[in-house]
């Protein structure tokens, strides 16, 4: 409704008035932004969720490093973060990254197929912690 179409308060002096315009729904253009203005905060949300900002608010960080056995060769593996349920695998090449590690002191648990081998790291929020080379030394089983 146009300023000039709006009832002034003489229309209102015994009352609403009856002749009212009915409501219309939304225009074809309000939908479009509509639709536009929730991409957008989806598209800001989905950026926020993966950058290191929400890392940090959350209290979270990431480990990141390689696995080597006890003669030096690298050696695909499992990572696991103590008290978690947090899991990676290690490429080939034993580099690894584990994401989401809750800040703090965390054990590492380093696993091949029959044995584990712990190290303690030290995680900040919203920091890649790079712990290097881990080396992996087997030992005798029974």
Do not use: C
């Not at 103590?82 to 580099?95: H, K, N, Q, R």
């Not at 584990?98 to 919203?126: C, S």
Request: hydrophobic residues 40%; neutral net charge; aromatic residues 8%.
């Amino acid at each position: 409704m146009n300023f000039e179409q709006s009832p002034s308060l003489r229309d209102f002096k015994n009352g609403l008035r009856q002749d009212l315009p009915t409501k219309r729904g939304l225009t074809r253009q309000q939908w479009i932004i509509l639709v536009l203005l929730i991409t957008v905060i989806a598209l800001a949300a989905l950026v926020w969720v993966r950058s290191d900002s929400n890392q940090l608010v959350r209290g979270v960080g990431s480990v990141r490093g390689m696995i080597v056995d006890d003669r030096g060769q690298p050696f695909q593996g499992e990572i696991y973060v103590l008290g978690t349920e947090i899991v990676a695998t290690s490429d080939p090449g034993g580099f690894f990254q584990v994401n989401g590690v809750p800040a703090g002191r965390q054990y590492l648990i380093v696993t091949d197929q029959r044995i584990g081998h712990e190290f303690q790291i030290a995680v900040l929020p919203g920091e890649v912690l790079d712990v290097g080379t881990l080396r992996f030394v087997s030992t005798a089983t029974p």
